[in-house]
């Protein structure tokens, strides 16, 4: 049986941001013109294409411009004769938003595994990505990782989860990126929570700490947890998400039980007052320690609570 030769990724990422003069200098197979209706989605993307100001630059630098680099796609392995995107989803959704019917493509022979791995590394050079879009990158390409030939050994081949500590893709991974193997877990665990609580988690509503707590516990409770967040427009912190796993998991999450857990006032969403040194100094004996300056102004504003409240009565 003939042997699979190894598939040369350095020069794949090399070639995907070649121009065309540097494909003819290097020899390069052609770019073809091929019709975005034969061109698939890659199935389970991990990153959202989005009609926003940057999809908008998108469109207008390809109206201005053409598509500069080609999108690289494979062949389905259907037999169907279609392709998939490798990279380039952002430029094909802009095409068809400007009715554009063909687009020039570098077709790549490669594995679907292969092809993951380079549509995740080619994303990564995106200005923001979410966490958790990192989350699903990151668990598809360990799990690409994992399958290839000559990668770690089947006995790695536990599903994505805490327990992969330790194991080489998952040092191999973090290798490859800026996030350390402990914020990779994190943001894998991202990907088991509903599209809902994703949703908060990537507009910056949870923190990372408290979703990936949540993340432990079942659909119906992360659901209740939801509903709460609608209802009072506040996220658990840490401390009440490891309590609502505990409550999950001892078999007492109930909306009521988590309701009371969210209701607890939060240290950090308390609000803050800041004070300029120099508008208060001039009102403040200039003998008084810290503390002492402190129940001056409090003594003061006492008094001027009590006043504003005598002014309100004589207006009635």
Do not use: W
């Not at 201005?64 to 959704?93: A, N, W």
């Not at 990782?145 to 994505?160: A, D, Q, W, Y």
């Not at 516990?217 to 209802?231: A, P």
């Not at 009371?260 to 508008?279: A, G, H, L, S, V």
């Amino acid at each position: 049986m003939k042997q699979k030769t190894k598939f040369d990724f350095s020069a794949a990422y090399d070639e995907m941001f070649m121009d065309d003069a540097g494909r003819a200098e290097n020899k390069l197979k052609k770019i073809y013109e091929i019709p975005l209706s034969e061109i698939d989605d890659f199935p389970d993307h991990p990153y959202l294409v989005k009609d926003d100001e940057d999809m908008d630059a998108l469109k207008e630098s390809i109206r201005e411009r053409g598509v500069i680099t080609p999108l690289l796609i494979r062949q389905k392995d259907d037999d169907s004769g279609r392709y998939e995107i490798i990279s380039g989803h952002r430029r094909k959704h802009a095409c068809e938003l400007l009715g554009i019917e063909t687009v020039k493509c570098d077709v790549l022979e490669c594995t679907r595994d292969e092809a993951i791995i380079l549509m995740v590394d080619s994303n990564a050079q995106r200005s923001f990505i979410s966490p958790c879009e990192k989350g699903r990158a990151y668990k598809m390409k360990l799990e690409a990782i994992k399958r290839l030939p000559g990668r770690p050994s089947k006995e790695n081949g536990s599903p994505v989860d805490n327990n992969l500590k330790g194991t080489k893709s998952a040092s191999l991974l973090a290798d490859e990126n800026g996030d350390g193997q402990a914020q990779i877990y994190r943001l894998i665990r991202l990907t088991e929570l509903t599209s809902e609580l994703q949703e908060v988690v990537d507009d910056g509503r949870m923190k990372l700490r408290p979703a990936v707590e949540l993340s432990y516990v079942d659909e119906e409770t992360q659901r209740n947890v939801m509903d709460r967040i609608l209802e009072t427009d506040a996220t658990p912190s840490h401390d009440q998400a490891i309590r609502i796993r505990r409550a999950y998991e001892e078999g007492y999450a109930t909306y009521e039980c988590i309701r009371d857990i969210m209701d607890e006032d939060k240290p950090n969403q308390r609000p803050k007052y800041n004070f300029k040194y120099e508008r208060l100094s001039p009102l403040i004996p200039t003998d008084y320690t810290p503390q002492m300056a402190e129940d001056y102004v409090v003594k003061a504003l006492e008094y001027y609570k009590k006043y504003l409240q005598k002014q309100r009565e004589n207006s009635r």
